[in-house]
C-alpha cells in the first residue's frame, strides 16, 4: 500500500508556490557566508519543487536537488529558469558520496521529514573543508500570518486533526540532533523579514499545501470550504488583499575541521 504521506506531497506540489516567501536576504546570507560563486556545487536535500534550489542556482555552479517526491521533483522541473540543476527522485538517507562533494548543503523545511542523525553523519562527508549545512525554515513567530488561527478553525469543520506523522522525527526541534553531531554542533541562528501580499486564492493554495490538508481531504466538500473560507476571510478584510510580514530562519552550522 502506499505511503498517505507521499501520496499527499504528491498531490500537494502544485501548491507550493502558495506558500510564504522566503525573504531574500537569507539567500543572500548564505551567498555570503560561505562565499559562493559560479564554481561552487549546492546539495539540497528535500528539495521540494525548488523553493531553496532555484534562487541558490542563479548564483553557483551547480545545484543537485533532491526529493523522495517524484511530483515534486516534476514540478521543479517545470519552474526552473536555470539549467544548471541536476534534480534526482531519492531520499536524502540516500545521498551518499555517489551524488558528490558540496560546498554547502541545504534543507528548506525537510530535516523533520529525515533520519536526523543518519543524515548528518552522512552530508558531513561530502561537505568540502570551509562549507557548512544550511537549515531554512519559517520564523519563530506564531503565527506567522495573520489570517492563520481563523483559517484553521475553518479548516477543523472540514477535516480531522492530524497526529504527527510517524515518518516524521520525534524530535520537534533540529538543535538536539546538532548538538549530537561531531560535524555541525557549533551553529547560529538567525532571522531576516520581509513584506508580501496574499489574496483569498493564494491562501486556498496554502491550505491545499500542506500534507495534512491537501484538497482531496475535503472531498466532495472541496468547494464548500474553499467558499466558506473566502467568506470569512472577507468578514475581517473585504478587499481580500492581506499584507503580511514573515521571518525566514536561518540555522547555519559550518563543517568543523
Same mark, same amino acid.
Not at 539540497?44 to 533532491?66: E, H, M, Q
Not at 543518519?118 to 562549507?131: E, T
Not at 500534507?211 to 472541496?222: E, I, M, Q, V
Given at each position: 500500500?502506499?505511503?498517505?504521506?507521499?501520496?499527499?506531497?504528491?498531490?500537494?506540489?502544485?501548491?507550493?508556490?502558495?506558500?510564504?516567501?522566503?525573504?531574500?536576504?537569507?539567500?543572500?546570507?548564505?551567498? *555570503?557566508?560561505?562565499?559562493?560563486?559560479?564554481?561552487?556545487?549546492?546539495?539540497?536535500?528535500?528539495?521540494?519543487?525548488? *523553493?531553496?534550489?532555484?534562487?541558490?542556482?542563479?548564483?553557483?555552479?551547480?545545484?543537485?536537488?533532491?526529493?523522495?517526491?517524484?511530483?515534486?521533483?516534476?514540478?521543479?522541473?517545470?519552474?526552473?529558469?536555470?539549467?544548471?540543476?541536476?534534480?534526482?527522485?531519492?531520499?536524502?538517507?540516500?545521498?551518499?558520496?555517489?551524488?558528490?562533494?558540496?560546498?554547502?548543503?541545504?534543507?528548506?523545511?525537510?530535516?523533520?521529514?529525515?533520519?536526523?542523525?543518519?543524515?548528518?553523519?552522512?552530508?558531513?562527508?561530502?561537505?568540502?573543508?570551509?562549507?557548512?549545512?544550511?537549515?531554512?525554515?519559517?520564523?519563530?513567530?506564531?503565527?506567522?500570518?495573520?489570517?492563520?488561527?481563523?483559517?484553521?478553525?475553518?479548516?477543523?469543520?472540514?477535516?480531522?486533526?492530524?497526529?504527527?506523522?510517524? &515518518?516524521? &522525527?520525534?524530535?520537534?526541534?533540529?538543535?538536539?540532533?546538532?548538538?549530537?553531531?561531531?560535524?555541525?554542533?557549533?551553529?547560529? *541562528? *538567525?532571522?531576516?523579514?520581509?513584506?508580501?501580499?496574499?489574496?483569498?486564492?493564494?491562501?486556498?493554495?496554502?491550505?491545499?499545501? &500542506?500534507?495534512?490538508?491537501?484538497?482531496?481531504?475535503?472531498?466532495?466538500?472541496?468547494?464548500?470550504?474553499?467558499?466558506?473560507?473566502?467568506?470569512?476571510?472577507?468578514?475581517?478584510?473585504?478587499?481580500?488583499?492581506?499584507?503580511?510580514?514573515?521571518?525566514?530562519?536561518?540555522?547555519?552550522?559550518?563543517?568543523?575541521?
Amino acid at each position: 500500500m502506499a505511503d498517505p504521506s507521499k501520496l499527499a506531497f504528491a498531490e500537494c506540489a502544485p501548491y507550493y508556490r502558495f506558500r510564504a516567501p522566503y525573504a531574500p536576504e537569507a539567500f543572500a546570507s548564505i551567498q *555570503t557566508t560561505f562565499g559562493l560563486n559560479h564554481s561552487s556545487r549546492v546539495l539540497d536535500l528535500g528539495c521540494g519543487p525548488g *523553493t531553496v534550489t532555484i534562487p541558490l542556482a542563479r548564483v553557483v555552479g551547480s545545484v543537485v536537488a533532491v526529493d523522495p517526491c517524484v511530483e515534486m521533483i516534476e514540478e521543479g522541473r517545470k519552474l526552473a529558469d536555470s539549467g544548471n540543476i541536476q534534480w534526482r527522485c531519492m531520499r536524502a538517507e540516500d545521498a551518499t558520496e555517489e551524488v558528490g562533494d558540496f560546498d554547502v548543503v541545504t534543507m528548506g523545511q525537510s530535516f523533520h521529514w529525515m533520519e536526523r542523525d543518519r543524515v548528518l553523519s552522512q552530508v558531513a562527508k561530502l561537505i568540502k573543508p570551509g562549507g557548512g549545512l544550511v537549515l531554512i525554515n519559517p520564523g519563530r513567530r506564531r503565527p506567522q500570518e495573520s489570517w492563520e488561527s481563523l483559517v484553521y478553525g475553518v479548516i477543523a469543520r472540514y477535516v480531522a486533526p492530524n497526529e504527527r506523522h510517524p &515518518s516524521k &522525527s520525534p524530535e520537534l526541534a533540529h538543535e538536539p540532533s546538532l548538538l549530537r553531531s561531531a560535524s555541525f554542533s557549533e551553529f547560529t *541562528t *538567525t532571522e531576516f523579514g520581509m513584506a508580501f501580499d496574499r489574496d483569498l486564492d493564494s491562501i486556498v493554495g496554502y491550505v491545499y499545501s &500542506s500534507s495534512t490538508s491537501p484538497r482531496s481531504a475535503f472531498g466532495n466538500r472541496a468547494l464548500e470550504f474553499e467558499r466558506e473560507l473566502s467568506e470569512t476571510l472577507r468578514r475581517i478584510n473585504p478587499p481580500g488583499v492581506f499584507r503580511e510580514r514573515v521571518e525566514t530562519e536561518l540555522i547555519v552550522a559550518k563543517k568543523r575541521v
